[in-house]
């Protein structure tokens, strides 16, 4: 069984920054990737950055690129969402996923509010 934790969330202003933090513990042999969805009320979950655990590539949605950054930790199951420049439109509960060996596994998830 696969646990992950979610840390970080919280309220900020406009243009403001945030870093979250996921930890994934228990057995953990074949991770294939780690990821940050984010789902707003009324939307669908969508994908902000994953970061494959095969060759360490990541690739972030269309919207957060050049304002966020992921990062792993090399010799844990951690990784990190530093999010510069937040915007209203950032406001979300945001969930730390990670597949493998064909199962999706998913945090509880950390509210992001950006307002003034």
């Known amino acids: 069984q696969v646990q992950i934790e979610e840390s970080g969330g919280g309220t900020v202003e406009p243009g403001g920054s945030l870093r979250l933090s996921c930890v994934a513990s228990?057995?953990?042999?074949?991770?294939?990737?780690m990821s940050w969805y984010r789902q707003a009320t009324g939307q669908k979950r969508e994908l902000v950055a994953t970061?494959?655990?095969?060759?360490?590539?990541?690739h972030y949605a269309d919207s957060v690129k050049g304002r966020f950054t992921l990062s792993r930790d090399v010799t844990e199951n951690t990784i990190h969402l530093l999010m510069n420049n937040l915007k209203p439109e950032d406001t979300a509960a945001y969930y730390c996923?990670?597949?493998?060996?064909?199962?999706?596994?998913w945090g509880q998830g950390t509210q992001v509010t950006v307002s003034s």
């Open positions: 996923h990670l597949y493998q060996m064909g199962v999706d596994y």
């Open positions: 228990g057995s953990t042999p074949s991770v294939y990737s």
């Open positions: 970061v494959s655990m095969i060759d360490y590539k990541i």
